[in-house]
């Protein structure tokens, strides 16, 4: 007996054949028929589906002879896979290679072999189509050799029907653990995320979403950003119109969008405070996005907080106005358009101190701030900038005669006297100075400076009442 040689391509082919996942499975029928159509084919009453494992022949399905597996050393099989052609041998007994291997000696007492190989889609050898019958046969025509070839790659075809579907299987599985880790991860997320289709529908939302705009799913799928029912605001309160809204600028533009605040009215006139960030998705070789990602959270905490913050570093603690450093940012802002900065401070304010406590002095500086804003338009600011002393920015007032009717209507104001707890009528004169933009000077510091000095000039004024 002579043992077949191991193709070249072994570690190869060894592992193809693992690829396909046939080993030792059960009956399938399209490759039960295909046996038993190729038996009666060829009129022969064996025919095996043989597949040849490393040390073995496992028969996948099998006619005229019991399924299951034999050594690959005494096989046929593992001299017909060292060549794409079929391997016929018309009578084993007179074959030098097998005239005494025991499947010829004894049973199945094999005398005609026919063997087309399996050839894989990478050309790998897995097996054979193979015919047996216990007589000699005289001869095997071009065309059985053919049809032998067609069955056998009709076994080929259906097992790479069969890959192919298990493939297809398992990838729909993990398709469906990925989708159904994305559906509890999307689900899970504190933050809250909607997918808005082109047209800027909201057509998918985790609980979160709701739970952050305070609405239920059916009130927030379909909605776009441009109904007005978000009545949805900018820091400075003006409305944040549709179309600034990041799903629809990521939408139109193409890009992402990150972090921009804004400010949601609920039910009661409940406004809370959201960070929002968006991306546009995009489907390949297309250039405009097909739908939008916007994910937020609720910062109201967080704005308060920082709200709160700032207010403390740019505002005075005592009267609440903007403070010294506040009044400067705000000077120092480029502008090309005119407005008066002024000085305001009260004369004689120690003697309150002194005489009526620091009580009386900080209840009449509160006073004072609020009468101030009493007289001052929309746009203008009055400021604290330490002790009694007050500065207000006027960006209506063009002229000395425009300057001259604010400072009466303020004077005008301080006639009325205070009512503070220590004293029943407290009378309370005050010392103005105030300069021109850009008129006088286009430097902040200098326009104070310049203020400042007209302010002691007016509180040095002969006429002036006193305290």
Not at 41 to 65: M, Q, T, Y
Not at 190 to 205: L, T
Not at 220 to 241: H, I, K, M, N, Q
């Amino acid at each position: 007996m002579v043992e077949a040689q191991v193709p070249h391509d072994e570690a190869l082919r060894l592992e193809t054949l693992r690829e396909y996942d046939v080993l030792n499975t059960s009956i399938e029928q399209p490759l039960e028929r295909l046996v038993n159509l190729t038996a009666r084919v060829f009129h022969v009453p064996i025919a095996i589906i043989s597949l040849v494992d490393e040390h073995r022949l496992w028969a996948k399905a099998c006619v005229g002879i019991s399924s299951g597996e034999d050594q690959r050393s005494v096989s046929f099989c593992g001299h017909a896979i060292l060549s794409d052609q079929p391997m016929v041998i018309l009578n084993a007994a007179t074959d030098e290679r097998f005239f005494d291997n025991p499947v010829v000696i004894g049973h199945p007492h094999i005398r005609f072999y026919a063997g087309a190989p399996l050839v894989a889609y990478n050309g790998s050898r897995l097996g054979t189509l193979c015919i047996v019958d216990h007589r000699p046969h005289d001869d095997f025509s071009t065309t059985d050799n053919a049809n032998l070839s067609d069955l056998a790659a009709a076994v080929v075809d259906a097992l790479e029907l069969r890959r192919v579907n298990a493939r297809l299987r398992q990838t729909e599985a993990m398709v469906h653990q990925e989708q159904h880790l994305l559906t509890e991860t999307f689900a899970a997320l504190e933050e809250g995320v909607v997918v808005q289709d082109a047209g800027g529908q909201i057509i998918s939302a985790n609980a979160s979403a709701a739970r952050v705009l305070r609405l239920s799913m059916d009130q927030l799928l379909g909605r776009t950003s441009f109904d007005p029912r978000w009545r949805a605001v900018r820091e400075d309160g003006t409305p944040f119109v549709g179309a600034d809204h990041p799903v629809p600028v990521a939408l139109r533009d193409g890009v992402p969008v990150s972090n921009v605040l804004m400010g949601v009215h609920h039910s009661f006139d409940q406004l809370s405070w959201i960070s929002i960030t968006a991306r546009p998705l995009f489907r390949p070789d297309e250039q405009k996005p097909y739908a939008a990602v916007g994910s937020f959270t609720d910062v109201t905490e967080q704005y308060k907080r920082q709200t709160q913050l700032e207010f403390r570093v740019f505002h005075d603690a005592l009267t609440r106005l903007p403070n010294r450093e506040a009044f400067m940012k705000l000077l120092e802002q480029p502008s090309d358009s005119h407005f008066v900065v002024g000085f305001l401070d009260l004369d004689d304010f120690k003697l309150v101190n002194d005489r009526y406590g620091h009580g009386a002095g900080d209840e009449l500086l509160r006073q004072v701030a609020q009468r101030m804003g009493d007289q001052l338009r929309s746009g203008d600011v009055v400021a604290r900038l330490g002790g009694d002393e007050f500065a207000f920015y006027l960006p209506h007032v063009r002229s000395e005669d425009q300057l001259a009717t604010v400072t009466r209507r303020i004077q005008a104001a301080f006639e009325q006297p205070f009512r503070l707890d220590a004293i029943a009528d407290l009378k309370v004169r005050v010392s103005f100075g105030a300069a021109f933009y850009p008129n006088e000077s286009l430097d902040p510091s200098a326009l104070m400076h310049l203020a400042d000095m007209r302010m002691y000039e007016f509180k040095q004024t002969p006429q002036k009442s006193r305290l």
